[in-house]
């Protein structure tokens, strides 16, 4: 069966959106193509129209998984649509179509974007759309003590970009000229030999893709590799290999890797001892802050805009100004304490909300801290102890 991101209603719509918008002209199909391999670009647009070459495009990015440098064609394109269709109504079907390309995405891979709101509500899907009608309550000094820069700096040392060996048959994924197939991920430290993501990030598979063996994803955690301070594209980087998976649930989404002993001299990351508890009815107030390495990026830190919608003992749900999530990301409250394990995005359906004259189309989630902390006590102790004995005074 060929591959494709898409179905071909889901990629009809985001063809129709892209031409009803003008976006088969030379301009925008340049600003369109930024950051994606200018050759294959160029190998699949010469000759004919403007719409002939976007069609062309498009149908190849959809069938293109990854390219030799590990960039997402397609992924790229939709962002850089959204971008240029901020504010219309062709916004929503690019975000949709982000939504299911995504792995951290929560449409199911079969639909199409006029579909996927159906898939799961928003926590924000019910919240006023408007900042006169939006309720937010701001304390009286909204500023940070400059320490919150110093520690926040600090915690970065403990979160890492993972690259991960995809393995099928029990046999490494390669691409071509030999190019080694991996997935990405981010992940931080639970405790000094510990460092915790996404299962979905150690599945390695994309939505369309069945999922990973039990020996398949052993040899992926086995062989997995740990990238801290990875800043810049020319950062001196710490990286480490992985020992292999300790403790993992699909459910809860959570995957705990062992890291040779000594090999990681940092702090681990500090834990709350109690979830973030917010009622969707609640003025948004509490905001969050993730650090990430989105598409294997060198590590970006989302914050201020970032409201907390909802938060219960079993979900973290937080507004972003961003396309696409980064999965495995320590969502952290203002001390830096670790409130939840990013996991996935979704969009906000209908009109989009507007948070001090900013757009706001998508909603980030996660599990909260406690709630894979619990399981651990159930299945793991011994870990749990461990995580527990690094930890200093509990938030």
């Not at 961003?322 to 009109?351: E, K, N, Y």
């Amino acid at each position: 069966m060929t591959f494709t991101y898409l179905n071909d209603a889901a990629l009809e719509e985001v063809r129709r959106a892209a031409i009803d918008l003008g976006f088969a002209d030379e301009q925008n199909r340049l600003a369109l193509a930024a950051g994606i391999s200018r050759a294959f670009v160029d190998a699949f647009t010469t000759g004919g129209t403007g719409v002939a070459k976007l069609l062309t495009l498009t149908s190849r990015m959809n069938g293109t998984r990854v390219l030799l440098s590990g960039e997402v064609p397609l992924q790229t394109w939709l962002n850089n649509a959204i971008l240029l269709s901020a504010g219309t109504e062709e916004e929503l079907v690019f975000r949709r179509a982000l939504e299911i390309v995504s792995v951290d995405g929560i449409a199911p891979p079969t639909t199409s974007p006029s579909d996927a709101p159906a898939a799961a509500p928003t926590d924000a899907a019910e919240l006023p759309r408007t900042d006169g009608e939006l309720e937010i309550t701001i304390v009286e000094d909204d500023t940070l003590d400059v320490g919150f820069l110093h520690d926040g700096a600090r915690v970065s040392r403990s979160v890492a970009k993972l690259l991960v060996p995809r393995h099928f048959g029990g046999v490494p994924s390669t691409l071509p000229r030999g190019v080694p197939d991996v997935g990405l991920g981010t992940g931080w430290l639970l405790a000094p030999g510990l460092l915790i993501t996404n299962f979905h990030v150690m599945n390695a598979r994309l939505a369309r893709e069945p999922a990973a063996s039990d020996v398949d994803f052993e040899h992926q955690a086995k062989v997995t590799e740990v990238v801290f301070d990875y800043y810049r594209t020319d950062s001196e980087v710490c990286s480490v290999p992985s020992e292999g998976c300790v403790a993992f649930d699909r459910e809860l989404d959570y995957a705990i890797l062992r890291l040779p002993t000594g090999s990681v001299p940092r702090q681990p990351m500090r834990l709350r001892d109690a979830p973030i508890i917010k009622p969707r009815a609640n003025p948004l107030r509490e905001r969050v802050n993730v650090l990430q390495h989105p598409a294997g990026d060198p590590m970006r830190l989302g914050f201020r805009n970032n409201f907390v919608v909802a938060g219960t003992g079993d979900r973290l749900s937080y507004l972003t100004d961003t396309a696409g999530g980064s999965s495995g990301s320590p969502i952290c409250d203002d001390a830096w304490f670790v409130a939840a394990l990013h996991r996935g995005f979704q969009t906000i359906p209908g009109q989009p909300m507007s948070v001090w004259g900013k757009t706001i189309r998508q909603e980030n989630y996660g599990t909260p801290i406690t709630a894979i902390l619990d399981h651990l006590g159930r299945t793991r102790p011994d870990l749990l102890e461990e995580v527990a004995s690094s930890q200093g005074a509990p938030k």
